[in-house]
């Protein structure tokens, strides 16, 4: 059967990105990483997707003037390389339902968080401030509202006490990845 083209969307360093590359690797796998973009220009996840020779692409939200002429671009580019999944690993922009409805099904986060709880930015720190004694990460299909979507699958790790937000960060990346 071929392997489901897959996108991969990030914002910055990637490693999450490199987790999904380093996945297909085995020959057995139904998907292959054919395509990663990025919203910013120079960030490293760029040139270490292309080091591993995956196709790269750069989609500056700067040179739009609306996010739908930005999203316009993203799906053009997206529907070049004939992709079929869409990964958002460490993509900071917020998608409209415009590209959204054109993923239904297709589209998946991860969040370092365990969702419900702690949506949105400064997720550590907040878990460590609400005193909350597990904390973790989620992967699910992305829906217009932010960090909604029906759940794929969640790993949680422990929350110590006197953890730092960068602590529990490292401890959190390791079960997303
Ligand atoms: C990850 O912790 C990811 O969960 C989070 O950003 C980090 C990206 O790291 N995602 C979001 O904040 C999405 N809104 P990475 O670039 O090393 O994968």
């Known amino acids: 059967m071929p ?23 085995e020959r ?10 990025s919203n910013r220009p120079d ?3 760029i040139e270490t997707a292309q080091n591993d020779g995956i196709e790269t692409a750069v989609v500056d939200h700067k040179k739009f003037k609306d996010r ?35 993923w239904d099904g297709r589209m998946i986060n991860i969040h370092h968080a365990l969702l419900p709880a702690f949506k949105g ?6 878990a460590i401030a ?12 992305v829906v217009p509202e932010m960090d ?10 422990p929350v110590m006490k006197d953890d730092t937000p960068d602590a529990l960060a490292k401890r959190v990346l390791a079960v997303e990845h």
């Open 43 to 45: 960030e490293a996840g």
């Open 68 to 102: 739908e002429s930005f999203e316009q671009e993203l799906q053009k580019v997206l529907e070049a390389h004939r992709i079929e999944i869409v990964c958002l690993a460490g993509f900071m922009r917020l998608l409209t339902p415009w590209i959204i409805s054109r």
């Open 28 to 37: 057995s796998y139904p998907a292959a990483v054919v395509l990663v973009v």
């Open 3 to 25: 392997r489901k083209r897959v996108a991969i969307l990030i914002s910055g360093r990637g490693s999450n990105m490199s987790a999904l590359i380093d996945a297909p690797k």
């Open 130 to 141: 609400a005193g909350v004694k597990e904390h973790g990460a989620t992967v699910h299909h």
């Open 148 to 157: 909604s979507g029906p759940i794929i699958i969640q790993a949680s790790v």
């Open 121 to 126: 930015l400064d997720t550590h720190e907040r």
